[in-house]
């Protein structure tokens, strides 16, 4: 049974930082390209930055100008989102989804599987 499991979020106050982490089980990370995608209140879901199963990675705007950094973790299976320098508008449910040997030129709707979400609060 594939699950990704999110977690590291929580209330952070504005210019604080959290570690998000995404943990698989039930496959191999290092075989998919991996998103992070978060969905503010009232609002739609968006890409905020992604790894290919080779190492490549994309940044979308929601990343905000290097204040978000993607990385993986291949012997723990475990991709991380770091998040500095928070903001009020970065509050969100953020998600971890992954699709089997992908490029970076992906949608959403193109994703295999879906984690259940971390929420992040950041207070002003």
């Known amino acids: 049974q594939v699950q990704l499991v999110e977690s590291g979020g929580g209330l952070v106050q504005a210019g604080g930082s959290l570690r998000l982490s995404c943990a698989a089980s039930g496959l191999t990370l290092s075989s998919y390209t991996v998103g992070w995608i978060r969905q503010a209140p009232g609002k739609e879901r968006e890409f905020v930055a992604a790894i290919t199963w080779n190492g490549s990675i994309r940044y979308y705007p929601a990343s905000g100008k290097g204040r978000f950094t993607i990385s993986r973790d291949v012997a723990k299976n475990t991709v991380y989102l770091q998040m500095n320098s928070l903001k009020p508008e970065d509050t969100a449910v953020y998600y971890c989804?992954?699709?089997?040997?992908?490029?970076?030129?992906?949608?959403?709707?193109?994703?295999?599987?879906w984690g259940q979400g971390t929420a992040v609060t950041v207070s002003s």
């Open positions: 989804a992954a699709k089997y040997y992908s490029g970076l030129s992906l949608g959403l709707r193109d994703l295999d599987y």
